[in-house]
C-alpha cells in the first residue's frame, strides 16, 4: 500500500500544487542518466554499432574527465598551456531497457561534452556538436527499440586536435546526463521565460512566456497553469489559460502573474521563488516543468550598478570551470566550496571565463546569492590556437549561442550576458559587424539583461567592437592606468573592469625585498630571463607579468574611479593549464588567490580586508628564516585603526595605513621565537594574530571541511593535511610524502598540494605536502555507514578523521528508482 502511495507522497513533498482540475500530474520522469557507462580511450570506429562488443571496456559512472587521469607530460598534444595533459578521442557506451513509453517522447540530455561529440543511438547518427561547453539534447523516440529490448547509446569525443584552448579544458562527458520522458504534447526544452518587468516593495510582476512543443504529428489543443510557489512550497500566485490551440509544432503562450509584497533575491538574502508549469489536455495533467524565480531588478547607471535599487560595487573574480585535482568532471559539492571560499572573502560575482558553465553552477549561485557574468566565447572566426573554435564558429555561434542564453536566461544570478573576451575581431571592421550580429541574437531571446564584451583595446578609433554601438556596458580588461581617461574617451558610457591584477603568486612562498616587484617577463617580445629556478612566485604581491598588476595596484585603480561599476579579478582560484611567467614543468596558472587546492594565498586576505565588514588581521610571512636576515613583515586588516608588532614580547612598532594603503610593513631582522600583531581600534584591541618560528616536522594534523555526507556516490569531504611541529606550528618548508587510507564506504577522489610545477599525479593516494600543507578529497560510495581516513607519513605522528556517509533524505531505494521514473536497466 505504501508503495502504491509513493509516488503521490513524493510530489506532496516535493512542494507540487494540486492542478485546476484537482488531479496530481501524470507528467514528464527525469532520470539521473549517469551510471553503468563503459568507456575506451582510444578511437574504435565501430563502436558505435549495436553488436560491437565492449566486454574489456572499463565501467564508470558519468562524469567522466580521462584528461586528468593522464599522466603529466611536455610531449602532450595540448602543452602545458593546456594542463600537459593527454587529450586524444575517446568513446562511451551503455546499453539500457525501458518500459512500455506508448505515446510518449524519450530524450537525452547532455549538460556538456568536451568536445566535438557525435552520439548513435542503435547504429543511427542523432547528432554532432563541436563546442564542449554547449547543453543539448536529442530525441531518442525514432531509434528506439519496443519494451524490454536492449537499447545502445554510443558517443565519441574527439579532442584530439590541439592545440585548442589557452587553458585546461578536459575530456570526455564532463558534465551530467540525464533521461527526460514526456508526453507529446509538453514544455518545449528550456521552454520557459520567466521575468518581472515591474517591482517594487509591495507587488511585483510575473511574466511568464511558455514554449509548448506539440510532437503528436496532428493539430492539438491544451490549458495551461502556471503557478508561483515561496520558498517554503506555498502558493502565491496562480493562473490558468483554457483552450490553447496547437496547431504547429511550437506554440508559444504569454501569462501575467502578480505578487504582492514579493521577497527580493540579493546577495546577501537570495530569496528564490519557484514557477511551477503545468500542460492540461482536458482535464489530464500531461507534463509538468519548473522554472527557478528571483524576483530582483538588476540596472546599470552611470552612478553604478544598482541590485534593488540599491548601489552595489561588483566584487567579483573569474572562474576557469576545472575543479583542480578532480579535473573538469562537474561536481556540485566542489563547486560549492569553492564558492564559499569565495564568499569568505567577500566575493559577490562571478565572471564565468570564458564559456557557458554547467547548469549546477548557475543554481548554485542562485541559491547563494552570486552575480553572473555569462560568457559566451573566448575567439569567434580569428583563433587564438590553431584548432580552437574559429574553426566552428561560422557554422555553429548562431546554434550555440541560442541555446546557451535559453538555457541559462531564467537564472536570476545572470545579470550580464558577454558575448566574448578578447576578441581579435575588435581591431578590424569585421568586429562591428559580428557584435551587432551576436547582441541582436540575446536581444531577441533575453531583453532584459544587458550585453558587454570584455576588451582590451582603449582608443575608441582603434576598437571596432565598441564602435558597433550596441554595447550596454563597455567592459576592460587590464590596463589600469587607463581608467581614468575612459569617461573623456567613450563619454556616457557605462563601464566595468572584465580582468583586473593577474598578479603571480606561490602559496607559502616569499621573495625579499618585498617593495620590489618582479615584472615576467617585461614584454610580449622577451622570454623569462629571471625568475626562480623552483618555479615559483612570491605570495607578497610582487610579482605580476607586463601587462598585468598587483593585487593592490589593481584594486587601488578600482576604488580610485568611482566610474567603474566593479571589478572581476583574474583570478578567483587557481586552474589547469596557462602556467604563466614558467614554462615547464609548470603546468597550472599562478594568477589565483586561492590556489589549485583550495588554500588561500595572501593576497586572499587583501581582498577579505577590503570586501567584507568583518575585522580581519592577517600576518605574514612565516617566521622562519636566517639568523640576521632582514625580512619585510606584513600585515593586511579591517576595522582597526593600527597595528602594532612586536618580536618576542618586544614591541617593533605601531602602524597605521596611510592615504591608499592597503596593507603595513615592518622590515625586522630576523630572530626566531614569535612574531605578534595587533589590532587596535580607538585604544581596545581588535585582533590579534601570533606566528611562532617552527621546528622539526613532528606530526599530521588532518581536518575535514564536512564530517556529515551524503551517501549517494557524488558527495566529497576535502581533508586538509598541516604537517606540524611538536608544539603544534606550521612547518612552513614541509614536503613530507603524505599517505591517505580509507576503511569504509568512501574513496580517494583526488589528491593536491596546490604547487603549479609538481608532476604528482592527482588521482593517487598520496601527495607531497608542499609549503607544509597538502589536500586529499575523499568521495562517497552509494553505501551508508563509517568512513575512517588515516594520514601517515615516515617519522611523523599520524592523524585521522572519521566521516558519516548517510542515505540521502527522501530519496528512492535503487529498485523503487526503477519502478517509478522510468529508469534505465543494464
Request: charged share 20%.
Amino acid at each position: 500500500m505504501l508503495r502504491s502511495l509513493l509516488p503521490f507522497l513524493l510530489l506532496l513533498l516535493l512542494g507540487v500544487p494540486s492542478t485546476a482540475f484537482g488531479a496530481q500530474p501524470e507528467t514528464r520522469v527525469v532520470v539521473d542518466f549517469s551510471k553503468n557507462w563503459k568507456f575506451f580511450l582510444g578511437d574504435q570506429t565501430q563502436a558505435k554499432e549495436v553488436l560491437f562488443n565492449d566486454a574489456t571496456w572499463r565501467k564508470l559512472t558519468l562524469p567522466h574527465d580521462w584528461s586528468i587521469e593522464g599522466k603529466f607530460d611536455e610531449k602532450n598534444p595540448a602543452k602545458p598551456e593546456g594542463g600537459g595533459l593527454p587529450t586524444g578521442v575517446g568513446w562511451y557506451r551503455k546499453t539500457f531497457t525501458l518500459p512500455p513509453v506508448k505515446n510518449k517522447r524519450v530524450y537525452i540530455e547532455f549538460d556538456g561534452v568536451h568536445q566535438h561529440s557525435e552520439v548513435w543511438l542503435n547504429g543511427r547518427s542523432l547528432g554532432y556538436r563541436p563546442n564542449g561547453y554547449i547543453s543539448f539534447r536529442y530525441d531518442l523516440t525514432p531509434h528506439l527499440r519496443p519494451s524490454g529490448q536492449v537499447n545502445v547509446l554510443a558517443v565519441r569525443v574527439d579532442n584530439s586536435a590541439q592545440p585548442n584552448s589557452r587553458w585546461y579544458t578536459g575530456s570526455g562527458i564532463y558534465r551530467n546526463v540525464r533521461l527526460v520522458t514526456t508526453h507529446p504534447v509538453a514544455v518545449d526544452q528550456w521552454g520557459t521565460f520567466v521575468t518581472t518587468p515591474q517591482v517594487s516593495s509591495t507587488a511585483a510582476t510575473v511574466a511568464v512566456q511558455t514554449q509548448i512543443r506539440n510532437a503528436a504529428g496532428n493539430k492539438q489543443q491544451a490549458n495551461l497553469e502556471t503557478v508561483v510557489l515561496d520558498a517554503q512550497g506555498k502558493e502565491v500566485a496562480r493562473q490558468l489559460t483554457k483552450g490553447i490551440k496547437l496547431t504547429d509544432s511550437i506554440t508559444r503562450v504569454a501569462q501575467t502573474l502578480s505578487l504582492s509584497n514579493p521577497q527580493l533575491w540579493s546577495t546577501t538574502r537570495p530569496y528564490l521563488y519557484r514557477v511551477h508549469t503545468t500542460v492540461f489536455q482536458g482535464k489530464k495533467a500531461v507534463d509538468s516543468y519548473d522554472t527557478p524565480l528571483g524576483v530582483r531588478t538588476a540596472v546599470f547607471k552611470p552612478q553604478g550598478f544598482q541590485l534593488n535599487g540599491q548601489l552595489l560595487r561588483i566584487q567579483g573574480v573569474n572562474q576557469h570551470h576545472d575543479l583542480g585535482a578532480l579535473g573538469a568532471a562537474f561536481n556540485v559539492r566542489a563547486a560549492e566550496r569553492q564558492l564559499e571560499i569565495l564568499r569568505a572573502m567577500g566575493c559577490n560575482a562571478i565572471r564565468m571565463s570564458h564559456n557557458p558553465p554547467a547548469p549546477e553552477l548557475l543554481d548554485l549561485c542562485d541559491r547563494m546569492g552570486f552575480l553572473v557574468m555569462d560568457e559566451a566565447f573566448d575567439m569567434w572566426q580569428k583563433k587564438k590556437n590553431g584548432k580552437d573554435y574559429h574553426l566552428d564558429f561560422k557554422q555553429w555561434h548562431r546554434r550555440d549561442l541560442e541555446d546557451q542564453i535559453r538555457r541559462d536566461r531564467n537564472h536570476p544570478s545572470v545579470f550580464i550576458w558577454s558575448i566574448g573576451n578578447e576578441i581579435r575581431e575588435q581591431f578590424d571592421s569585421t568586429g562591428t559587424r559580428l557584435t551587432k550580429e551576436l547582441t541582436a541574437l540575446v536581444k531577441q531571446l533575453d531583453s532584459t539583461r544587458p550585453v558587454t564584451s570584455a576588451l582590451t583595446e582603449q582608443e575608441p578609433d582603434k576598437n571596432f567592437i565598441s564602435q558597433a554601438g550596441v554595447l550596454d556596458v563597455l567592459s576592460f580588461n587590464y590596463k589600469h592606468a587607463e581608467y581614468p581617461k575612459l569617461p573623456q574617451r567613450f563619454p556616457g558610457q557605462i563601464f566595468l573592469a572584465t580582468e583586473t591584477a593577474a598578479a603571480f603568486e606561490t602559496r607559502g612562498h616569499y621573495d625579499l625585498p618585498s617593495d620590489s616587484v618582479r615584472v615576467w617577463p617585461l614584454d610580449g617580445k622577451t622570454k623569462l630571463t629571471t625568475g626562480n629556478p623552483d618555479f615559483t612566485a612570491s605570495s607578497y604581491d610582487n610579482a605580476r607579468p607586463y601587462w598585468g598588476a598587483t593585487h593592490e595596484a589593481a584594486w587601488g585603480a578600482i576604488k580610485q574611479n568611482p566610474h567603474l561599476t566593479g571589478t572581476f579579478v583574474w583570478s578567483g582560484f587557481d586552474y589547469l593549464g596557462e602556467p604563466l611567467p614558467y614554462p615547464w614543468p609548470a603546468h597550472s596558472s599562478y594568477f589565483g588567490v586561492i590556489d589549485l587546492a583550495g588554500f588561500p594565498k595572501d593576497a586572499y586576505y587583501l581582498y577579505q580586508s577590503e570586501w567584507t565588514n568583518q575585522p580581519v588581521l592577517h600576518l605574514l610571512p612565516h617566521w622562519n628564516w636566517r639568523p640576521g636576515q632582514t625580512v619585510d613583515v606584513w600585515a593586511y586588516y579591517s576595522q582597526a585603526d593600527e597595528v602594532e608588532l612586536l618580536l618576542n614580547g618586544k614591541s617593533l612598532g605601531t602602524r597605521k595605513k596611510q592615504g591608499a594603503d592597503l596593507h603595513v610593513q615592518w622590515r625586522v631582522p630576523y630572530a626566531p621565537g614569535t612574531l605578534q600583531a595587533v589590532s587596535r581600534k580607538g585604544g581596545q584591541t581588535v585582533l590579534t594574530r601570533t606566528i611562532n618560528t617552527a621546528g622539526p616536522a613532528a606530526k599530521i594534523e588532518l581536518t575535514a571541511d564536512r564530517s556529515k555526507l551524503q551517501a549517494d556516490g557524488k558527495d566529497l569531504s576535502f581533508l586538509t593535511v598541516r604537517v606540524l611541529d611538536a608544539a603544534g606550528n606550521l612547518v612552513p618548508d614541509a614536503a613530507n610524502l603524505v599517505k591517505f587510507a580509507v576503511n569504509g564506504p568512501g574513496l580517494v577522489a583526488g589528491v593536491d598540494n596546490g604547487y603549479q610545477a609538481s608532476l604528482e599525479p592527482f588521482k593517487a593516494e598520496s601527495r607531497k605536502a608542499y609549503n607544509g600543507m597538502c589536500l586529499a578529497i575523499i568521495q562517497t560510495t552509494e553505501k551508508e555507514g563509517t568512513i575512517t581516513v588515516q594520514a601517515t607519513a615516515d617519522n611523523l605522528t599520524s592523524a585521522a578523521v572519521t566521516l558519516t556517509s548517510a542515505a540521502v533524505p527522501g530519496a528512492l531505494t535503487g529498485k523503487e528508482q526503477a519502478s517509478q521514473s522510468h529508469a534505465a536497466k543494464n
